[in-house]
């Protein structure tokens, strides 16, 4: 059984691994507040998200998210609307909502704030284990996992829902495939690996 102290966030047991990156797209982000150090309120995290990147369209059943620029443009689709956010200017994602983020500078970093409430330690463990596979060349371009596997433990982690029919029908295979996962210690491994580790 793990001792009390390897169950806390990495960031917590090493402050220098508050900061994770993510060397295939450049990208990084530091976790400014796990959800345990704010009785379960919220999570916090700061995110540097190079010229041209993004992430897929999706949506969380959990927890609500808050995007504020800090420097350069983020933009942020919720819904049907884009938004392009100046430093200073937030956009809240009520749950359920579908979005995403993305910088479409073309050349600029984008640095940005991103707070979820309530906070939520699967979204924490999820973005730990999608920089470590990045980082381990198992993912594809797109950043999504190669091994299907690892790609539903991610989206039950991270409470990702993907979008549409084709996202409805990936979303119940995903919950059939993380059940799979933790019963044949898939999960376990990655947490051990890129979580507790």
């Known amino acids: 059984m793990a001792s009390e102290t390897n169950t806390l966030p990495p960031g917590i047991r090493d402050p220098s691994r508050r900061l994770v990156t993510?060397?295939?797209?450049?990208?990084?982000?530091?976790?400014?507040?796990y959800s345990c150090e704010t009785d379960g309120r919220y999570t916090e995290c700061a995110v540097v998200l190079k010229a041209g990147g993004s992430n897929p369209l999706h949506y969380h059943t959990l927890f609500e998210e808050t995007f504020t620029c800090t420097s350069g443009?983020?933009?942020?689709?919720?819904?049907?609307?884009?938004?392009?956010?100046e430093?200073?200017?937030?956009?809240?994602?009520?749950?359920?909502?579908?979005?995403?983020?993305?910088?479409?500078?073309?050349?600029e970093p984008v640095h940005f704030g991103i707070k979820i409430a309530p906070g939520h330690e699967g979204?924490?463990?999820c973005i730990y284990i999608a920089y470590g596979l990045a980082n381990d060349g198992l993912t594809h371009p797109d950043g999504t996992p190669k091994t299907f596997l690892?790609?539903?433990?991610?989206?039950?982690?991270?409470?990702?829902?993907?979008?549409?029919?084709?996202?409805?029908?990936?979303?119940?295979?995903?919950?059939?495939?993380?059940?799979y996962a933790r019963w044949s210690g898939i999960e376990k491994e990655?947490?051990?690996?890129?979580?507790?580790?």
């Open 73 to 85: 443009t983020l933009g942020v689709q919720l819904g049907q609307r884009i938004f392009h956010l």
């Open 190 to 197: 990655l947490l051990d690996k890129y979580y507790y580790s």
């Open 87 to 107: 430093p200073g200017e937030s956009a809240t994602v009520p749950i359920g909502t579908t979005h995403k983020f993305f910088n479409d500078s073309g050349t």
């Open 22 to 33: 993510n060397e295939k797209f450049q990208d990084r982000g530091t976790f400014l507040k």
């Open 150 to 179: 690892h790609l539903c433990v991610l989206a039950q982690l991270g409470d990702l829902n993907l979008t549409g029919w084709s996202g409805s029908i990936a979303n119940v295979f995903a919950k059939i495939g993380v059940w």
């Open 123 to 125: 979204f924490e463990k």
